[in-house]
């Protein structure tokens, strides 16, 4: 949560007395004097203290296996969206998906109230890889490594950053592989196959950043992010 809105609602100030708190310089964050009112903070990683008051947040950050069929949407008309997954108990204003999925890609997907810290993951500047278990219907050699190494171009023209295939098993009609992607863009891995002549039949992320898909949690399933995960993404709470 940003700085300034947690001293506004924990200690029920007007913007303008929020503001002097910094300018009296009581406001630190983990011992230091902070002066960025709108630092990303979460007390289950920073001390948060305003003069002798220690405040505290309550963000949830749930890991979601997305199944397949449902939408990356906090509202949908016809489909199930990945916030209906949420049991009512972890349920909580502003929940919303960091990121999307198409409605038949499954697999790891974050979800929290957090809202800078998804707005943070998804800047193209920070990098967040993501990798992809991929099944496409045709062949794929050490050509197709090479070409996704150097940057895919999309049928239409545009460049992709370079990405990394390790190719698990190949036939002709069905290759089994990991992807890496830097980028986001809208149907990225399937564009990157059809632009090497395959389609994608079955589409699965395994790994955001620091966060990894337990191949214990069923589709549709989700669990709180650990301490060790949370601290793993502390870099991008800025
Ligand atoms: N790339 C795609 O084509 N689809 C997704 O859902 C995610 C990445």
């Known amino acids: 949560m940003r700085l300034d809105k947690l001293i506004e609602t924990e200690l029920l100030t007007s913007r303008k007395e929020m503001k002097q708190y910094f300018a009296r310089r009581l406001v630190k964050v983990d011992g230091q004097v902070e002066m960025n009112a709108s630092r990303n903070v979460d007390s289950q990683l920073h001390t948060i203290q305003v003069g002798t008051d220690f405040l505290t947040t309550n963000h949830v950050y749930l890991l979601l296996n997305k199944p397949i069929g449902a939408v990356t949407a906090v509202k949908d008309e016809r489909h199930t969206t990945v916030t ?46 993501k990798t992809y278990e991929v099944w496409i219907n045709g062949l794929l050699d050490t050509s197709d490594v090479v070409a996704f190494e150097k940057g895919i171009q999309f049928i239409g023209g545009e460049i992709c950053k370079p990405a990394e295939l390790v190719i698990v098993e190949s036939f002709a009609k069905l290759s089994h592989c990991y992807l890496t992607i830097q980028e986001g863009k809208f149907h990225q891995v399937k564009k990157m196959f059809l632009a090497r002549g395959s389609k994608v039949l079955r589409l699965r992320r395994t790994k955001m950043g620091p966060l990894t898909l337990d191949e214990k949690l069923p589709p549709g399933g989700y669990r709180p992010l650990t301490g060790i995960e949370l601290k793993e993404l502390a870099h991008y709470f800025k």
Do not use: C, F, H
Request: no cysteine; glycine share 8%; proline share 4%.
């Open 84 to 129: 209906q997954l949420i049991a009512s108990a972890d349920q909580r204003e502003n929940l919303y998906p960091v990121g999307r999925l198409d409605r038949d890609t499954e697999g790891l997907l974050l979800v929290t109230d957090n809202g800078q810290l998804g707005y943070e993951l998804l800047l193209p500047d920070k990098k967040v890889e």
